[in-house]
């Protein structure tokens, strides 16, 4: 028998699913609509029957150890899901303990970028390290931060914002309500936002003149400035200036061995990594200097998520 | 036999000493100079004499099941003092590895801001917590931070440096060489600067305005906001604003249970608790927001460093 875990993520459109082994393999994986239930019950009732179903195609015989889930505002300690903005279930969604009447298996939840940190330490780039942090760069910045080998949770399970720290006073507005949040900045909606401030501010010739903030995308931003482009370089320098320096006071907080960035921003590779890194040792103490590595994920992005989500039930039970 | 600790605290002029019972009660204590003996094996063998002549001079029969020391820069992992700016040993002194030729023992160092956090687990205000901050003010800001129950010492050992995260760019100098630290703001030293800063700017009328920088203390600042001397009371307004603010994005990293002030100037209880907290709580992320207790320390200041020190053996001996 395989012992296999399973791993769920769920996004405001689709909830993924994977089966996975230890070693990090993943036997089967596909989708559902988180939508298309209204109610969480109709919902988890259509994810149990795919799972099943899922399960059952696989040749190998499997047993299934425990289900481990990473979504938006997922609290480890309660099991619950609380005001994500993103879903359609609203307050505080007793995740776990509905989906228990469906399973009776070992079974824990935590947030989407928590997920990929246990996936990094379970299966990537950090499985020898006991101190380190991933950033996932997406629509917002998301964090996992590890310390003495265990998730840092905190006192109510929602340690790890530090898409939220607050790195321009009086700054860019966040949806949260909130002036100056580092995702603001950090994050492909930031960086497209930093593209539209020089814009304005410099004369500099830019492909991006002719283009609309709503057509703008990340990804035109790291190929702009593979060709050269100065404003896209320029929204680079400036957006590792901004990660870079917050990061230097990560670093005072934990000390970590290494950063991990992960997710679609995080693509442009040396693009965002060479001015992150140099600005965070501008302005980190000397005693810190030198000794923290920037990284790229050891995640692939395909599917980076489910895999997380199923690294913690290893990680819970301790296999 | 009554076991017992010892616990140290090394500083730049005296270095303390006291043998602690496992309840906290300190059966003696005492001082050796610092300075008088240049050479660390000199001091080391002054220290281990005056130490058993204490013990020898206790009626109770005692056992000393290890030693603690806290000292500027001191590295948990290596038992090394490196690069203190305060002591007279320069470079990387290989303190334990010193001492242990003194003794047969269980022997631990950290800093002192770690050492504080340590007492205040074992024998202070913290006991139930598993996830909280001390922050000591005194001629700097020193932090020690606990998450899942344990000292976050980060990969080199030198975690939880808040007093050096950067809270106005491009602001004060600091002895580091870097500006805008948190610890030219807030700390004994900060404040006065602040004081000063207050007195250029504005006109108000303060009894601040005969009295020299050299001759100014932190004491003199709540002594005066107590009297109701607007310069000394927007000083602790202000001091309360960089602390809090620089707490939120504490909070986003680790969420903790509660913050401990502790130390010279947060003698001035809710003169410097009261604007710390508002300030901090109006730059939480809201799933934050009322959760995080801003408390005095439960550690009485005499003696507070030697007990943290003495209470890292029981932590580390697991009793």
Not at 100 to 107: F, R, T, V
Request: glycine content about 12%; proline content about 3%; aromatic content about 8%.
């Amino acid at each position: 028998m395989k012992e296999v875990a399973v791993g769920i993520d769920i996004g405001g459109t689709f909830t993924k699913y994977g089966i996975v082994d230890k070693e990090g393999n993943c036997l089967i994986n596909g989708s559902i609509s988180t939508t298309r239930e209204k109610e969480l019950d109709g919902f988890l009732k259509v994810l149990k029957s795919t799972i099943d179903k899922a399960a059952t195609s696989i040749k190998e015989a499997i047993e299934i150890k425990g289900i481990g889930a990473g979504a938006p505002n997922g609290n480890f300690y309660k099991g619950t899901i609380e005001y994500a903005p993103n879903l359609s279930w609203k307050g505080i969604v007793p995740f776990i303990d509905e989906f228990k009447k469906h399973y009776d298996l070992p079974m824990f939840l935590t947030n989407d970028a928590n997920a990929a940190a246990i996936g990094e330490m379970v299966y990537g780039s950090a499985k020898h390290m006991k101190n380190f942090i991933i950033i996932t760069l997406g629509t917002g910045l998301g964090s996992g931060l590890v310390v003495n080998g265990e998730l840092v949770y905190g006192h109510d399970g929602f340690a790890g914002e530090l898409g939220h720290l607050t790195i321009v006073p009086g700054g860019r507005m966040c949806a949260t309500g909130r002036r100056g949040s580092m995702e603001t900045y950090v994050s492909a909606p930031g960086i497209r936002r930093t593209v539209f401030e020089l814009l304005a501010d410099s004369l500099e010739e830019s492909e991006f003149r002719d283009v609309t903030f709503n057509q703008l995308t990340a990804k035109m931003i790291s190929d702009a400035a593979k060709k050269g482009d100065k404003i896209a370089l320029q929204a680079f320098e400036l957006t590792g200036k901004y990660l870079g320096e917050a990061l230097a006071d990560t670093v005072a907080h934990t000390s970590p061995e290494a950063i991990f960035l992960f997710g679609g921003l995080a693509n442009a590779g040396q693009l965002i990594i060479e001015p992150t890194k140099r600005h965070m040792e501008s302005n980190l103490l000397k005693i810190f200097q030198n000794k923290v590595k920037i990284l790229p994920s050891g995640l692939t992005e395909t599917n980076a998520a489910v895999m997380g989500a199923s690294a913690l039930v290893w990680k819970e039970l301790g296999n």
